[in-house]
Every structure is written in C-alpha cells, then in structure tokens.
C-alpha cells in the first residue's frame, strides 16, 4: 500500500519567516495531494490541494509545490503569523473507486513571536 | 448549516461495551468515509464507502462495521469495546473519491 513520509515532525520558526513541510510517497499512481491543518481540538481542515498535472499552485500566503518524478511535493507558508500555529498534514490519493486519504504523520507547526 | 456532523461528540464507556457513532452529510456528496486519529495524532483510513463499493482497511479488526442507511449517512458500530479503541474518530465525505474530502468536527471515543 502506499506509504507517506512527512518531515519535520517538529518545526519552529519566528513569526514572520516562512516555514517549509515535505512529504514524499511510494504509489507513483497517486494524484491528488492535499494540504490539511488542524487546530487543536478541531478537524482537519483542506488548506491547499495540488492535481499530478500541476507542478505548482499558490494562494495566498500558502503554496504547493510537487515533483512527481522524485515523488515529493511540499508545503510553503510565507510571512507566518500566530493563527498558522497548528499540526499540518500531507496526504495523497491515487483517486478512483472509493479510495480515501493516506496521510502523514503530521507536523506541529509552532510561530514564535 | 454544518456541511459534516457526527454525534456524540464525547463517548466514555467501559469494555467489552457495543457502541455506535453517527455520522451525516448535507453536502450531496457521493461518497464518505470513517477515520481514527490516536493520541499521537496520526490519522488512518479505516473505511471508505459510496453507493457502489466499501474498502475496508486490512487492519481494522472486525469488530468495527460501517453501516450507510442512506447516501447522506455513514454510521459506525463498534462491538466489545476495547482499551485500544480509545482514539478520536472523524468521520468525511467527498464528492469525488478521495478528492476535497471535508471532515466531521470528531468523537472522541474514551474506553475505559
């Protein structure tokens, strides 16, 4: 089955900064790779999503890269604030019948003021 | 109008206890599926369920069933509770597979 690595497990960056997550997978079928964060207490919330026919998608102060060749896409937050503070998920899905999300083990995103 | 709702948001019982979690969309989405998050925070696919098929994870023990009335809702039994099971469970729903899934806001389940 597919297998997703999701690294740094931790990461603190000063507020203002930009914060980089990676996340890399095995199933070269996979082709859809959303972007989840979640709050604590909350649900995971979709915050960005990327399709295999795009190498790049941005919004806002968030984007998505990916690389489908190494199998690697990731998350860029540029001018962090207090609210990005939250546990981060990538997840992937190679679509199709009922399939659902293979997600990563997360990462908890902390802003230091 | 919350779009995924489950119900109870809290649920403490005792082993060995049978207990059921609701689950309803208002999306018109085609398809919804059942996950756990433990308390390292990690989240697994446990099952992923439409009209047409249910994939059941290999390693959700059989204790744990889906159960779909209608399209708009997805319950989940669970029989002879056990210490293990303690875990958040949020439920979802897409309208393509896997696609855009949007979660229930969870029920954390405590077994004790």
């Known amino acids: 089955g597919e297998n997703v690595e999701q690294h740094p497990s931790t990461l603190s960056v000063q507020e203002g900064d930009s914060a980089v997550i990676k996340c890399t997978y095995s199933?070269?079928?996979?082709?859809?790779f959303p972007w989840y964060k979640q709050e604590l207490g909350k649900r995971p919330q979709l915050i960005i999503d990327?399709?295999?026919?795009?190498g790049e998608k941005k919004d806002q102060r968030i984007a998505v890269t990916l690389n489908k060749t190494a199998k690697h896409f990731s998350l860029h937050i540029t001018e962090t604030q207090p609210e990005d503070s939250a546990v981060y998920f990538c997840?992937?899905?190679?679509?199709?019948?009922?399939?659902?999300?293979?997600f990563g083990k997360g990462t908890h995103l902390i802003i230091q003021p | 109008d919350t779009a995924v709702s489950q119900t109870p948001k809290y649920l403490v019982t005792q082993m060995g206890n049978d207990k059921s979690i609701k689950c309803e969309q208002n999306?018109?989405?085609?398809?919804m599926y059942w996950y756990k998050q433990d308390s390292k925070k990690f989240l697994k696919i446990m099952f992923s369920?439409?009209?047409?098929?249910?994939?059941i994870n290999e390693t959700v023990p059989n204790r744990f069933s889906p159960k779909s009335p209608d399209k708009a809702h997805l319950n989940l039994h669970i029989n002879s509770l056990e210490l293990g099971d303690s875990a958040v469970y949020f439920c979802?729903?897409?309208?393509?597979?896997?696609?855009?899934?949007?979660f229930g806001q969870g029920t954390r389940l405590t077994v004790v």
């Open positions: 979802a729903s897409s309208q393509e597979a896997g696609i855009e899934a949007f």
């Open positions: 999306l018109g989405h085609d398809t």
């Open positions: 990327i399709r295999s026919n795009v």
């Open positions: 997840a992937v899905t190679a679509g199709g019948g009922a399939d659902g999300l293979t």
């Open positions: 199933d070269s079928a996979s082709n859809y």
């Open positions: 369920y439409n009209n047409k098929e249910l994939i």
